[in-house]
């Protein structure tokens, strides 16, 4: 009897340990997540590259679990009893538990120190810190309070401030030392960027990536950044983009365990 591909998928080496359905059921809820519809059950099938039985097989069952549930309209979104499992395990961890994590894919992905940091007034204050097995590199350390327009978490979280209420910290210390007319025009740059670079900036030989997070009502609460030596973070443009991209995925997750919907956050 001729064997189909999808029965060869089902037969995934032991040392593995692969579910193949679950990888399917995986598959559909990210599509369905991204906005994908399951009106048109073969087209689900080929954006997620299983048949169009596999595809009525994998929705009944996420309906049977409440995982998946169907639109009057037609079509499925993501179920409530899904919703609130989720819910419970986002609210069994606070911010701090969730940075750990986060920070720790940042340092393994880089190899650089990662850091979690929010705004206190004018200063930046460091609230987490994960480092490489190489030893340190920076010496900032958790508890460490700086001016925050003197390092990137700092300036990012600076740039997604209300209007009224960045005003209200550049007229303050340690902010009104600094000049404000450049101040603004750098923080206007990063929050362009979405992320803010210091090359040897604030720590010399150390180069610096911060991107900012956001809460569920689309306010900064906090900032991700990394620090390493120059000749190896940002020291040529692919590492740069990398160090950008690994820093704002981060950041973008963590503001997505927190509730955030969108990042940025319009306006």
Same mark, same amino acid.
């Given at each position: 009897?001729?064997r189909?591909?999808?029965?060869?998928?089902d037969?995934?080496?032991?040392?593995?340990q692969?579910v193949?359905?679950v990888?399917?059921?995986?598959?559909?809820l /990210?599509?369905v997540?991204?906005?994908? @519809?399951t @009106?048109?059950?073969?087209?689900?099938?080929r954006?997620?590259?299983? !048949?169009?039985?596999?595809?009525?097989?994998?929705?009944?069952? %996420?309906?049977?679990?409440?995982?998946l549930?169907?639109?009057?309209?037609?079509?499925?979104?993501i179920?409530l009893?899904f919703?609130?499992?989720?819910?419970?395990?986002?609210?069994a961890?606070?911010?701090?538990? %969730?940075?750990?994590?986060v920070?720790?894919?940042?340092?393994?992905?880089?190899?650089?120190?990662?850091?979690?940091?929010? %705004?206190?007034g004018?200063?930046?204050?460091?609230?987490?810190?994960?480092?490489p097995e190489?030893?340190?590199? =920076? !010496?900032i350390?958790?508890?460490?309070?700086v001016?925050?327009?003197?390092?990137?978490?700092?300036?990012?979280?600076?740039?997604w401030?209300?209007?009224a209420?960045?005003e209200?910290?550049?007229?303050?210390?340690?902010?009104?030392?600094?000049?404000?007319r450049?101040?603004k025009?750098?923080?206007?740059?990063?929050?362009?960027?979405?992320?803010?670079?210091?090359?040897?900036?604030?720590?010399?030989?150390?180069?610096?990536?911060?991107?900012?997070?956001f809460?569920?009502?689309?306010?900064?609460?906090a900032?991700? =950044?990394?620090?390493?030596?120059?000749n190896a973070?940002g &020291?040529?443009?692919?590492?740069?983009?990398?160090?950008?991209?690994?820093?704002?995925? &981060?950041? /973008?997750?963590? @503001?997505?365990?927190?509730?955030?919907?969108?990042?940025?956050?319009?306006?």
């Amino acid at each position: 009897m001729p064997r189909t591909a999808e029965a060869l998928d089902d037969e995934t080496p032991a040392k593995t340990q692969l579910v193949s359905p679950v990888q399917r059921a995986f598959r559909l809820l /990210r599509y369905v997540v991204e906005g994908g @519809s399951t @009106s048109n059950l073969s087209e689900v099938g080929r954006s997620i590259d299983v !048949n169009r039985v596999t595809v009525m097989r994998l929705i009944a069952t %996420l309906e049977h679990e409440g995982v998946l549930e169907p639109l009057p309209q037609g079509g499925h979104r993501i179920g409530l009893a899904f919703l609130k499992l989720a819910t419970a395990a986002t609210a069994a961890n606070d911010m701090l538990d %969730l940075g750990r994590r986060v920070l720790s894919t940042v340092r393994s992905r880089l190899n650089a120190s990662a850091y979690l940091a929010t %705004l206190d007034g004018g200063h930046v204050v460091y609230m987490l810190r994960d480092m490489p097995e190489a030893g340190l590199v =920076s !010496n900032i350390k958790v508890g460490s309070r700086v001016a925050a327009h003197l390092t990137t978490p700092g300036r990012v979280l600076l740039a997604w401030q209300p209007k009224a209420a960045l005003e209200v910290l550049l007229s303050g210390e340690p902010l009104a030392a600094a000049d404000a007319r450049k101040l603004k025009a750098q923080i206007t740059a990063d929050r362009e960027r979405i992320c803010a670079w210091s090359f040897s900036g604030f720590e010399q030989g150390i180069n610096s990536c911060a991107a900012p997070v956001f809460g569920p009502l689309g306010d900064v609460t906090a900032a991700i =950044s990394v620090a390493g030596p120059e000749n190896a973070l940002g &020291a040529g443009e692919d590492s740069r983009a990398l160090a950008e991209r690994v820093v704002i995925e &981060a950041a /973008r997750d963590l @503001s997505s365990l927190l509730g955030c919907r969108t990042y940025p956050p319009a306006g």
